[in-house]
């Protein structure tokens, strides 16, 4: 699995969030019962919690925005198990900027994703590239672009119905299928890109790929790196198949398949304000049925600021799930006769196995009183992590 959530302190489960409206950070520390906590401060910068225990062992943990440096807390452990709040440093003007990226409004602003088209064009003024993920060939470099674009919504289209008041006459040049029509016909230009939350949209002939019927495949391996966009005609190449590599480096950098469920989910809340998702692995007419490869999800907060082992993970989805076939089921069926509404959104395979895995792997280093809740499984799946 991707390396999201990094080491963790030994024999410690430790879980950390800013809540920005209380402006301060909550805390849970589950030790070993051979683990006799006897001071808890923060150090000088303000950015980091010191245990020490009652040999003098100092453990250090993250937190997610500084609080106030040298703050000393009283340790009353329970049952191996420390909660606590602190106050955070009315002086970090991160504290504001994470208050106002919690905004609904703000959820649709696609700058702040990995490898965005803003990303993209700071990577091109330094002459990167994107080379195949298999054997490493340069696919794109960078200074060979000439214009690089976001993508509209994933969802544009349905939000036509929040666009107008009233619904233009369907014989209209500006009706919703005129419209809809229009923007499902555009291309890229000569050596330009379109970036989308997971994709790139590219002429692949201007690049070193090859098309071979649907597919889009890398010239040098024949790696299959994209597919044919039969609605439009163009070719989406997606960004878990590539690396990024820094100009004048060998160092190379990949982006997570679980963000294809991240940006979708986020897009579905923002202009459906649904909260309930069953999501499942995306199947050709071909494949078999499968009931197994799918969850039951609820998003229950976004833009969150958390610390889970010991790595920060930023703008994180808080996701409540289940995984059961006959708890999903039973969801289903009372969804029908309740006032509970829920979407379906469907996952290339590797990147449904990616977000699955995240969601467990978070789950399981929580804290006991962190990772459930009322017959929930709770896991976050963040958008950035350092």
């Known amino acids: 699995m991707s390396s999201v959530l990094g080491p963790s302190p030994p024999s410690i489960q430790y879980f950390s969030e800013f809540l920005p409206r209380l402006k301060t950070i909550s805390v849970c520390i589950k030790y070993p019962e051979n683990v006799l906590p006897k001071a808890l401060h923060t150090n000088e910068q303000g950015d980091m919690i010191i245990l020490v225990d009652n040999d003098g062992k100092q453990l250090q943990l993250k937190i ?44 649709t602003d696609k700058d702040s994703l990995p490898w965005s088209a803003k990303e993209m064009a700071s990577f091109k003024a330094h002459d990167d590239s994107f080379v195949c993920l298999k054997c ?35 014989d209209s040049t500006n009706s919703y299928n005129s419209i809809n029509d229009r923007f499902n016909k555009f291309h890229p230009g000569d050596y ?73 989910l986020i897009d579905s809340i923002s202009a459906t304000a649904i909260r309930f998702y069953v999501v499942k692995v995306k199947q050709s007419k071909d494949d078999a049925c499968s009931r ?73 280093l929580l804290p006991d009183q962190q990772n459930s809740f009322n017959g929930w499984d709770i896991g976050y799946i963040p958008e950035r992590n350092s």
């Not at 703050?71 to 003007?93: H, I, Q």
């Not at 060939?137 to 993508?151: F, Q």
């Not at 890109?193 to 692949?204: A, E, Q, R, T």
């Open 64 to 107: 997610p925005v500084r609080s106030i440096p040298n703050f000393n807390v009283s340790v009353t452990g329970e049952n191996g198990m420390l909660s606590f709040k602190l106050p955070s440093d009315p002086k970090d003007t991160q504290v504001e900027s994470i208050e106002r990226f919690r905004d609904i409004d703000t959820l």
């Open 136 to 170: 490493h060939r340069t696919l794109i470099p960078l200074k060979s672009v000439r214009r690089i674009d976001p993508m509209p919504s994933e969802f544009w289209s349905e939000m036509m119905e929040f666009w107008h008041c009233h619904k233009p006459a369907t």
């Open 192 to 264: 330009n890109l379109i970036v989308g939350s997971h994709y790139i949209v590219l002429n692949p002939a201007q690049f070193a790929m090859t098309t071979i019927g649907e597919s889009c495949n890398c010239a040098g391996c024949n790696f299959q790196l994209g597919i044919k966009d039969t609605s439009t005609g163009n070719y989406k190449v997606y960004m878990w198949n590539l690396g990024h590599r820094v100009a004048g480096s060998s160092v190379i950098s990949t982006f997570h398949p679980y963000l294809q469920a991240f940006s979708l």
């Open 292 to 364: 197994s490869s799918r969850l039951l999800v609820w998003c229950f907060s976004f833009g969150l600021e958390v610390v889970i082992g010991n790595l920060l993970l930023h703008n994180s989805l808080k996701v409540m799930f289940k995984n059961s076939d006959t708890e999903i089921d039973e969801f289903v069926r009372q969804s029908k006769s309740s006032s509970v509404q829920y979407d379906t959104i469907e996952l290339d395979k590797i990147c449904y196995d990616d977000f699955a895995s995240e969601l467990l792997e978070t789950h399981q």
